[in-house]
């Protein structure tokens, strides 16, 4: 089992930033992938951006591309999403994923509200 822990999240004004952290532990070893979803009230879980934990290699979704950056710091199992220029839209439940394979999300975190205010 792997296990995650987000941080980060509140409430920002329209154009501001705001960076999530997602520690996690366990068996870290078997995670082929990390990153984040958004769900926002009403509406399915969308996809924003992963990290490929061996490579670095990243992957946004097209609404965040250009605004979002996400990194890891592999020493500490810990992947952030910084989030700059952000929009009312993106008010959401940010929750970090891990998978072991590209293409599954195995492991959730608890959720993180991200508020932004026009």
């Known amino acids: 089992q792997v296990q995650l822990v987000e941080s980060g999240g509140g409430l920002v004004q329209a154009g501001g930033s705001l960076r999530l952290s997602c520690a996690a532990s366990g068996r870290t070893f078997s995670v082929y992938h990390m990153g984040w979803l958004r769900q926002a009230p009403g509406k399915e879980r969308r996809f924003v951006a992963l990290?490929?934990?061996?490579?670095?290699?990243?992957t946004y979704g097209d609404s965040v591309k250009g605004r979002f950056t996400i990194s890891k710091d592999s020493a500490n199992n810990t992947v952030y999403l910084q989030m700059n220029n952000l929009k009312p839209e993106d008010t959401a439940v940010y929750y970090c994923?891990?998978?072991?394979?590209?293409?599954?999300?195995?492991?959730w975190g608890q959720g993180t509200q991200v508020t932004v205010q026009s």
């Open positions: 994923s891990a998978g072991i394979q590209l293409g599954t999300y195995d492991y």
């Open positions: 990290i490929r934990w061996s490579t670095g290699i990243t």
